[in-house]
């Protein structure tokens, strides 16, 4: 499709396990952000792609969250040793550059039970 | 670093009444500012847009939003609200800084519709 693909859209995982979330941002898009959303709450920022350049990872809220971009497209968000804390939908987003709108994937719902 | 403050965390409104959500931003340059609307379940969708130019700038759904350069505002409007208009809205502030994240968003204001 043409817009940004989130997978899986739901994920229920137990406390400390390990769990992935993949973007699919719209071809062509040089930057891809990564998002959280707790239940009511508003966009907690997480992380930030721009093209080749080092990624802005100052969102992050701990060593257990990474994220990763591969050739400049596919991203994958990585949490381990998830905790009941890390439930939340997370959003990802693309742009075609620095002046242009994000483009919004549907999120994934994170449950960790 | 630019900043966005929506101050109105959660606003109701009759059906049919008009509507104004503020929008404040910090930034030493005119930035690119955007308006997004969040329905329940569902991402982010743009609703409008300001990057030069005419300082009103129209949306989708009959929404509109107004750049004040000297108030840093870009408030958004609509003069009759429907039920379906329920959702979160985010005003969000873009600049061209280099090395930053480039991308800013305000913490939402809730908009509940009164039949």
């Known amino acids: 499709g043409a817009g940004v693909s989130q997978s899986p859209s739901n994920k229920v995982t137990e406390k400390g396990k390990d769990v992935e979330l993949r973007c699919d941002p719209i071809s062509g898009h040089t930057a891809l952000y990564w998002y959280r959303q707790s239940l009511g709450q508003g966009l907690e920022f997480l992380i930030y792609?721009?093209?080749?350049?080092?990624?802005?990872k100052s969102g992050l809220p701990s060593d257990r969250f990474s994220a990763e971009r591969t050739g400049g497209s596919v991203s994958t968000l990585t949490i381990q040793r998830t905790q009941q804390e890390d439930s939340a939908v997370y959003l990802c987003?693309?742009?075609?550059?620095?002046?242009?709108?994000?483009?919004f994937g549907q999120g994934t719902r994170l449950t960790v039970v | 670093a630019q900043s966005v403050t929506q101050p109105d965390i959660h606003i109701t409104v009759s059906e049919g009444a008009s509507l104004e959500l503020r929008c404040n931003y910090s930034?030493?340059?005119?930035?690119?500012l955007f308006w997004y609307v969040q329905s329940p379940g569902q991402g982010l969708q743009l609703l409008l847009k300001?990057?030069?130019?005419?300082?009103l700038v129209q949306g989708i759904k009959g929404f509109e939003a107004e750049f004040k350069r000297s108030q840093s505002s870009f408030n958004l409007r609509k003069p009759s609200v429907h039920w379906s208009d329920a959702a979160e809205y985010f005003c969000?502030?873009?600049?061209?800084?280099?090395?930053?994240?480039?991308?800013?968003f305000g913490s939402g204001t809730r908009l509940q519709v009164q039949p």
């Open positions: 969000a502030v873009a600049t061209m800084d280099t090395g930053r994240r480039a991308l800013t």
């Open positions: 930034y030493g340059a005119t930035p690119y």
């Open positions: 300001y990057f030069s130019g005419d300082t």
């Open positions: 987003a693309s742009r075609f550059d620095r002046v242009t709108e994000a483009f």
């Open positions: 792609f721009q093209g080749n350049s080092a990624p802005d």
